[in-house]
């Protein structure tokens, strides 16, 4: 029986799936707040979505610097990208994507160890409050956090819309090496 857990030149083992699809709940969570607030206004559903926004943050970078590790690990036993421009454009866009995902967390992470407000991340206070202010850490997500965010979400539709893509014009199996069966599928089935 082959090992599931793990990657395949054929599909994506299931500890790359539940990665994927964990930071992919989280990081809809995550926009939602923000999406509905800027849409509607604010109101309960977006002061609770929001006061979860830090801790799932700090949930996004670990999730992703685990995530990256575990691709490394996988990096020769992974499915390949299409050869040409279109490979390569995949290719980019996946990197970018995880830069994102360590980036916007990492440098709000870096904002409230560096500011008097302080950090409590799933109710446990990380940081105390009242401290004094350190421009350096601070400045950097002043400048970039919301935009890098921004990017982020466009990325996240760039790569469901190329899923769909892959889908329904080209009839192709990538969305299936990421959500169809997990198990090893060999050329004779």
């Known amino acids: 029986m082959a090992n599931r857990w793990r990657?395949?030149?054929l599909r994506y083992g299931l500890v790359t799936r539940l990665f994927h699809w964990s930071m992919a709940i989280l990081i809809c969570w995550q926009f939602s707040g923000l999406v509905l607030g800027r849409l509607f206004?604010?109101?309960g559903l977006t002061d609770f979505l929001n006061s979860t926004h830090g801790s799932l943050g700090a949930t996004v970078l670990i999730m992703a610097a685990a995530?990256?590790?575990?691709?490394?690990?996988?990096?020769?036993d992974r499915p390949a990208?299409?050869?040409g421009l279109l490979g390569h454009a995949a290719r980019t866009g996946?990197?970018?994507?995880?830069?994102?995902?360590?980036?916007?967390?990492?440098?709000a992470l870096l904002r409230a160890f560096g500011s008097e407000w302080g950090l409590t991340l799933y109710g446990l206070q990380i940081?105390?409050?009242?401290?004094?202010?350190?421009?350096?850490?601070?400045?950097?997500?002043?400048?970039l956090h919301g935009t890098l965010a921004w990017t982020l979400?466009?990325?996240?539709?760039?790569h469901i819309a190329m899923v769909l893509i892959h889908r329904f014009v080209w009839k192709d199996e990538v969305l299936n090496r990421m959500a169809g069966p997990a198990r090893q599928v060999t050329p004779a089935e």
Do not use: C, Q
Not at 67 to 76: I, P, S
């Open 94 to 107: 996946h990197v970018v994507l995880y830069l994102l995902m360590l980036a916007v967390p990492g440098l």
């Open 81 to 83: 990208h299409e050869r």
């Open 7 to 9: 990657d395949t030149g």
């Open 127 to 143: 940081v105390e409050r009242g401290g004094e202010n350190i421009g350096w850490m601070i400045a950097p997500a002043r400048l």
């Open 153 to 158: 979400l466009a990325m996240v539709g760039g």
């Open 67 to 76: 995530r990256a590790l575990w691709g490394f690990y996988n990096l020769k």
């Open 41 to 43: 206004g604010r109101s």
